[in-house]
């Protein structure tokens, strides 16, 4: 890893979690690597460790107060210094406060006022992991590009067994070198993702469509803008901020994504069909709000658009990529719709798994490829699945160049 950060200055911030013990190996880590690193502590983290053995280690002053006697205004000037920040371990509070542009510290103010990359990685009990209130805070941090480093399963402080311990170092010191390399992979390719569910209306106030969030397909958005693409998200309706400096194309039913991805698709050059499309929807949509009765109700469905079908056909050497959420015989479903679709790759997931679901900031995955090969990745944040994914359709490429491509 050494020189991997030669040059690199990182901000490292540290709050108050019984695991900020563990920030000491992180910044010797970092250290090594061949980064400068400037510690900040909040008031809480300097009652679990003191601010001199991060100077010690570090060679550097430690900042632990907003105001300065000197004339130095402290948290734009460091704001302006540092390459990424990095906040490990980060508390339920630091990551409330700024998900909600909340600036009453140094380390808040230095997170809202820097345009760095931020990296945070989340130790807390269990409990406090799974609280709706922090789970959508991280949704905001996410969609604001953030990336989070998820914690790993085992004891607790509390005693108790379960989620929240804070990652790996070594997991924590690859998000850093992730994010500060100047991968530009994709440069040149035009990335079309779609993302999100569709809406098949029933009625002018009904429709039937299915529960997922779009987070998946986002995060590759934002992964794949980020390695040097030019990023079209075709997104069904959701709650999540367009990634920056994607191109963002909203739609309702599985029509309006045909449409969208058949208008782009002269520009395209990898194809990733994130989106959960509905299957069916009604024959017939009524005009008028239907009402009530006694009597069972009966809609007569038909087949949406098979997207990936109906683009195999004029795929030319575009790389397609398809997505398959199953709660049975995941990988030979998988297989099958590979097959049957024609796709490079295709990412197979059981949505029964805990922490594999909808709407969830964490993904278990299998990637399998046209030659039927299976790479099952652990749990990680869909962020980092999504590198996951773009690293084969780098290994990809590579391998298929400009020339042919496998026969489907």
């Not at 108050?16 to 910044?27: C, H, P, Q, R, T």
């Not at 990652?167 to 991968?183: F, H």
């Not at 399998?368 to 084969?392: Q, W, Y």
């Not at 298929?400 to 496998?406: D, Q």
């Amino acid at each position: 890893m050494e020189m991997d950060l030669q040059g690199k200055h990182i901000l490292l911030g540290v709050t108050g979690s019984i695991a900020a013990y563990k920030s000491v190996l992180i910044l010797r880590h970092l250290v090594q690597a061949g980064a400068q690193v400037t510690v900040v502590m909040t008031s809480s983290a300097q009652q679990f460790i003191a601010p001199l053995t991060f100077q010690i280690l570090s060679h550097r002053p430690v900042f632990t107060s907003l105001f300065d006697p000197s004339d130095e205004i402290r948290h734009l000037t460091l704001a302006e210094q540092v390459d990424l920040i990095l906040i490990a371990p980060a508390t339920a509070n630091i990551i409330g406060k700024i998900a909600n542009g909340i600036a009453d510290d140094l380390l808040t103010t230095l997170a809202v006022a820097s345009s760095s990359p931020i990296v945070i990685a989340p130790a807390m009990d269990g409990d406090m992991w799974t609280h709706p209130v922090l789970q959508r805070n991280l949704s905001v941090l996410d969609g604001l590009g953030v990336h989070v480093v998820s914690p790993e399963e085992g004891p607790l402080a509390s005693g108790k067994e379960g989620m929240g311990r804070l990652a790996l170092e070594s997991r924590i010191v690859a998000a850093v070198l992730s994010r500060l390399r100047k991968r530009e992979d994709l440069k040149g390719e035009t990335v079309l993702v779609t993302a999100g569910p569709t809406r098949e209306p029933i009625d002018p106030v009904r429709h039937i469509t299915n529960r997922s969030s779009g987070k998946m397909g986002y995060a590759l958005a934002r992964a794949a803008q980020g390695r040097g693409a030019r990023v079209i998200l075709i997104s069904g309706p959701t709650h999540l901020p367009a990634p920056p400096k994607v191109e963002r194309i909203s739609v309702q039913s599985a029509e309006e994504m045909r449409e969208a991805v058949l208008r782009c698709w002269s520009e395209v050059t990898v194809l990733m069909m994130a989106a959960a499309v509905a299957d069916y929807r009604p024959r017939r949509r009524s005009d008028q709000k239907l009402k009530k009765d006694h009597e069972p109700l009966f809609l007569e469905l038909e087949p949406t658009p098979d997207i990936l079908s109906e683009v195999r056909s004029r795929r030319g050497h575009r790389i397609l990529i398809g997505f398959a959420a199953e709660t049975e015989d995941v990988l030979s479903r998988a297989r099958s719709k590979l097959e049957q679709k024609g796709l490079d790759l295709i990412v197979a997931n059981d949505v029964t798994q805990e922490g594999a679901g909808f709407d969830l900031d964490t993904n278990i995955v299998t990637i399998i490829d046209a030659n039927g090969e299976a790479m099952a990745l652990p749990k990680l944040s869909k962020a980092e699945v999504a590198e996951r994914i773009l690293d084969r359709i780098k290994e990809l490429k590579s391998r298929l160049g400009t020339g042919s491509r496998p026969i489907h």
